[in-house]
């Protein structure tokens, strides 16, 4: 059991002012295995709000940062259960090079990685009684956030600087476009974080992006495109990164968890 107040505080993630004075919710962390094999990290609050978070990390995958973040997440009240997006690389993938990674993730099967993502969302609801589940991920998982929309089996997905089309390197016979799943008629609300000098979203990608998030759908759905102008890829989740902006980062973070639970 993670003690609520004093749960390591992610400056970049912001509290609200009741949790400031009251301290988080005290939060357990559990690990566990999906029936696919893909091992997930949940965090899950002493008192739950009825919301529920499925994270898809970066290319790093799970490891203490992510553990770190989820039960910041999860002492505001969100449970939140994170995946390994390399199961089915490696028995052992936190021993996979970014090298080795980069290189295989055109081997990935988008029905295979949204299946695990969707397997999440529904022990959300299930085992833990989430009445209202998202999705988030960042880079990597930003991409399959995009993926997953098209099933519209989450009450909305939150991508951060995920990628809007698919590296050349990535293309595989199982990975199909991301604005192709964005583009469904079933396609979750999206809110979209992009960062203005990200390589990963050139600005005839994000005018896609914006394209589909304006037609009929999904302004119905209250999607969204939020671009902050200066940042660089991978600026709002780690601060040892050389992209992390923090002041944009507290912006970002307020706005997704806008979307999440109403408590700015």
Not at 1 to 21: H, S, W
Not at 111 to 118: I, R
Not at 236 to 260: E, I
């Amino acid at each position: 059991m993670i003690r609520g107040k004093l749960a390591l505080m992610l400056d970049f993630i912001p509290v609200p002012p009741d949790f400031e004075e009251l301290g988080l919710f005290d939060v357990e962390i559990q690990h566990s295995v999906l029936s696919s094999g893909t091992p997930v990290t949940v965090a899950i609050p002493e008192t739950s709000l009825g919301f529920g978070l499925v994270f898809h990390p970066d290319i790093n995958g799970l490891r203490p940062l992510v553990e770190e973040t989820i039960a910041k997440l999860a002492g505001l009240g969100i449970t939140t259960i994170a995946i390994e997006p390399f199961s089915r690389m490696s028995d052992n993938p936190s021993e996979l090079t970014l090298e080795e990674k980069f290189a295989r993730i055109k081997d990935l099967d988008d029905n295979a990685q949204c299946a695990d993502l969707l397997a999440a969302g529904q022990i959300l609801r299930t085992q833990h009684n989430c009445m209202f589940v998202s999705m988030m991920g960042f880079c990597i998982g930003g991409m399959y956030a995009f993926k997953c929309a098209g099933t519209g089996e989450f009450d909305d997905v939150i991508s951060c600087y995920g990628m809007i089309t698919l590296p050349q390197d990535w293309k595989g016979p199982g990975q199909r476009e991301p604005l192709d799943y964005v583009a469904m008629e079933t396609s979750s609300p999206v809110i979209a974080i992009v960062g203005g000098q990200d390589h990963y979203a050139p600005s005839d990608d994000v005018e896609k992006l914006s394209e589909i998030l304006n037609n009929k759908h999904h302004k119905e759905i209250l999607s969204e495109l939020i671009v902050f102008p200066d940042a660089d890829h991978a600026f709002m989740h780690d601060p040892d990164r050389d992209t992390f902006r923090a002041d944009d980062a507290k912006s970002a973070w307020a706005l997704a968890l806008d979307v999440v639970k109403q408590i700015y």
